[in-house]
């Protein structure tokens, strides 16, 4: 509860998933992840909605974050974030606030006068709570579908860029994450029985076929449809693993299509270990400050911290004292929507 006893929602709306955390007496009680897929309009957002806890679709003080702005059903990030504003000022029950990044929390109605600083700002969110926690840091959250590497300096995210397109430039957004990336976003060739092959350059596999060959893939992390819109038992992931090299399951074995995976795992992390590092080569980072990890794709920042030989911090386990024992599960998933709803 606030201090008005209001209970607070916080909410990621994303163009794949809808994320919510729900905050009483300034401490998370739980948080969910549901697929999305808004590029098909706004009526996939009802849906969605319809389908989401009592706490979510009921009376509260709600802070909303959001990156489904840049999804192809809009005119532009402006007429997403218009948009956006709009339907939770007329959908969720209570007062609505939309987080504006540096510029603090807006008013739904005034959203459109501040999109550029609405657009993607959910890393500014999740940043700006670290902050609180830690003055130097570097926080990597890597998701379904990026990836965010958010310096930390005194207290405050220190990011150069801001926008997505800034970030892309300063490698602070790594457009590669655990789920929905295809394998050939980071790799041209794999090794198979003592060749150097070419990919085929197509879209039959992708992140999550890799990670869950290796046993990394956490569990409900994947909640799209796989590339084949088929299974995704450890045969029919085979199967599409396969397919990159030009082969069918049957040609290899289980622990050769693993052997596969693990090396695409190895080849994602690299312009992951690349970015990183450039980052944690400002002066103003000193060489003890940790990599505070979160998102779906954790697992993989915690091997590029052991990569960068330096100590990785679960967001979860450094908010551990303002989150309830049983809303841990999806925390670092859901770091954004989290961390707006703490901050409000």
């Not at 969720?92 to 939309?98: D, E």
């Not at 046993?215 to 396969?242: C, F, I, N, V, Y």
């Amino acid at each position: 509860m606030n201090r008005n006893g209001t209970r607070i929602v916080g909410w990621d709306l994303g163009g794949v998933h809808v994320k919510a955390a729900l905050i009483e007496g300034g401490r998370v009680i739980e948080a969910v992840q549901a697929a999305c897929p808004l590029w098909r309009g706004i009526p996939a957002l009802d849906r969605t909605f319809s389908e989401l806890p009592a706490w979510a679709r009921g009376e509260a003080d709600h802070a909303v974050t959001m990156t489904g702005e840049l999804t192809d059903c809009f005119a532009d990030r402006a007429d997403g974030v218009e948009k956006l504003s709009e339907w939770a000022a007329a959908t969720l029950k209570g007062r609505v606030c939309i987080y504006a990044g540096s510029a603090g929390f807006v008013a739904a109605e005034g959203a459109k006068s501040v999109a550029e600083k609405i657009a993607s700002a959910n890393w500014h969110a999740t940043a700006a709570l670290v902050g609180r926690c830690l003055p130097r840091a570097l926080l990597v959250d890597i998701g379904s579908t990026t990836a965010d590497l958010i310096p930390i300096v005194e207290g405050h995210p220190a990011a150069t860029g801001y926008s997505d397109a800034e970030r892309l430039e300063t490698g602070e957004l790594v457009y590669t994450g655990v789920v929905r990336t295809p394998i050939l976003a980071f790799a041209t060739h794999a090794p198979w029985r003592g060749r150097r092959t070419a990919l085929m350059a197509e879209t039959f596999a992708t992140a999550a076929d890799i990670h869950r060959l290796t046993g990394d893939l956490p569990e409900g992390a994947d909640q799209q449809h796989s590339a084949d819109l088929k299974g995704k038992s450890l045969a029919e992931t085979e199967t599409r693993l396969a397919r990159m090299v030009g082969r069918d399951r049957g040609e290899g074995t289980s622990e050769e299509w693993r052997a596969l995976a693990a090396w695409f795992a190895e080849a994602q992390l690299r312009p992951l270990h690349d970015a990183a590092s450039v980052l944690l080569s400002r002066p103003d980072l000193p060489a003890d400050a940790p990599l505070v990890v979160c998102g779906a794709g954790r697992f993989l920042a915690e091997r590029l911290a052991g990569r960068l030989g330096r100590a990785a911090v679960p967001l979860a386990g450094l908010i551990a004292d303002r989150v309830a024992a049983e809303g841990t599960e999806w925390v670092s998933t859901c770091g954004p929507a989290v961390a707006v709803g703490l901050i409000a």
